[in-house]
């Protein structure tokens, strides 16, 4: 889909479309420009530019992502243009939002590899038949220095200090590059190249869409509404959902894989979940809630169930049930857990004649990233052999059959020795 075609043949009346945006959104900025831009769509019979961005720093979208792209099928839903923007050459920069330092930075390589996945990746919540999807390089990597220069003249370093991760690390005397500063300006400029409409991102984005309202209008534009949608926390419970953080579940994940981990959420983040992750309508909400306070344990199965349909269908969501209760009630190792071959003659292994050590077995398997890993978590109870969990730091394993290591709940290996 390219040009400002319509997606729909009739736009709803604007009260319809505006409690369709309102909708579980944190905030709309300003929502009076919202509504005048929507009456002019409708006067003109032409569908608004919506867009959002998604930097490429992993391979995989998560459902944290899709709290604000249900809000950019809902767009899709009322007639109007959704641009899904890869951030392909944004990511060469990398988002400093909510960091503390500098993020570590991609090769070219890697970014591509992992842009090239994202476009199968929203099929499974937008109609792609409708989505008109944009790689950023295509108008940031021909920017010569003249170009930059006219770009950084439209922003002010006293109003980036003003944003809070980068007013803490400058209070703190920790480093701030200019290039760091050059990510907003940047995401800005996307959306003086789409001349957008609205943009979406979450609360952690606020600043930098409101940065794209100042950009556009320095480039004789109309400012963009700034549709800011909630953040999903991750599976820590802690932090927001994040591909860094690896606390996330992909919409790509085998539904055994996304049941389970979000059967290890805790408790108290099952009614955020419910709201944003889970899509029920408000009635069937509004029972799950009262099912989060009577019965959480049960919440909690019908959460991650309903996860794993939204992405894998009934029949995916069936099999994560089971799968659950197989591996993790019944304790029984999965069916097709991987298979390691370990050489006797590793000198990871410190073998003698009661074994090889648990420690080394590990870190050769990769169930641990080092011996001091390997330690802490056998110290924990966090690792057993052939289902008996062992907290000795010495203990050694037999070497005369395969064995079954378990780390933690979810992740097995199936051990087998060569001389």
């Not at 409708?130 to 109003?159: C, H, M, Q």
């Not at 700034?226 to 999903?232: R, S």
Request: charged content about 30%; some cysteine; hydrophobic content about 35%.
């Amino acid at each position: 889909m390219t040009g400002r075609e319509k997606t729909s043949d009739v736009f709803a009346p604007i009260t319809q479309q505006m409690d369709e945006i309102r909708r579980d959104a944190a905030e709309i900025i300003p929502e009076d420009d919202l509504v005048r831009k929507l009456e002019r769509s409708l006067a003109r019979n032409e569908p608004l530019r919506v867009k959002q961005g998604f930097d490429p720093t992993r391979p995989d979208l998560h459902i944290g992502h899709a709290v604000s792209m249900r809000k950019l099928r809902t767009f899709q839903q009322l007639g109007h243009e959704v641009i899904f923007v890869v951030g392909d050459y944004t990511a060469r920069v990398g988002d400093p939002s909510g960091r503390s330092e500098a993020r570590p930075k991609l090769s070219p390589a890697e970014i591509d590899a992992n842009a090239r996945t994202y476009a199968d990746q929203v099929s499974s919540i937008l109609d792609v038949s409708k989505v008109r999807v944009e790689f950023n390089s295509k108008w940031l990597a021909p920017l010569d220095l003249a170009g930059i220069l006219e770009l950084t003249a439209t922003y002010t370093v006293a109003r980036m200090l003003e944003r809070d991760d980068f007013a803490k690390r400058y209070q703190e005397n920790r480093p701030i590059s200019i290039m760091e500063f050059m990510y907003p300006l940047m995401q800005a400029y996307d959306s003086v190249a789409l001349n957008a409409d609205v943009e979406l991102g979450g609360t952690d984005q606020k600043f930098n869409l409101l940065v794209g309202r100042t950009v556009q209008e320095r480039y004789g534009q109309e400012p963009q509404v700034c549709l800011i949608m909630p953040l999903l926390r991750g599976t820590d419970g802690d932090a927001k959902m994040s591909k860094s953080y690896g606390n996330y579940i992909g919409l790509t994940e085998p539904p055994e894989e996304q049941y389970g981990k979000t059967m290890s959420i805790p408790d108290a983040l099952l009614e955020e979940w419910y709201e944003l992750a889970s899509l029920l309508p408000p009635a069937e909400l509004a029972v799950a809630r009262e099912l989060v306070r009577s019965n959480p344990y049960q919440a909690k199965r019908e959460l991650a169930a309903a996860i794993a349909r939204t992405y894998h269908g009934d029949d995916g969501a069936r099999r994560a049930a089971e799968h659950f209760d197989r591996v993790f009630k019944q304790k029984a190792a999965p069916d097709d857990l991987p298979v390691v071959a370990v050489s006797l003659s590793d000198p990871a292994l410190r073998g003698n004649e009661n074994g090889v050590s648990l420690v080394g077995l590990l870190v050769v398997t990769g169930l641990a990233g080092s011996n001091t890993e390997a330690v802490r978590l056998i110290q924990d109870g966090s690792v057993a052999v052939d289902g008996e969990k062992h907290r000795d730091r010495h203990t050694y394993v037999s070497t005369d059959r395969d064995h079954v290591l378990r780390k933690g709940s979810r992740h097995y290996v199936k051990v087998t020795f060569i001389p």
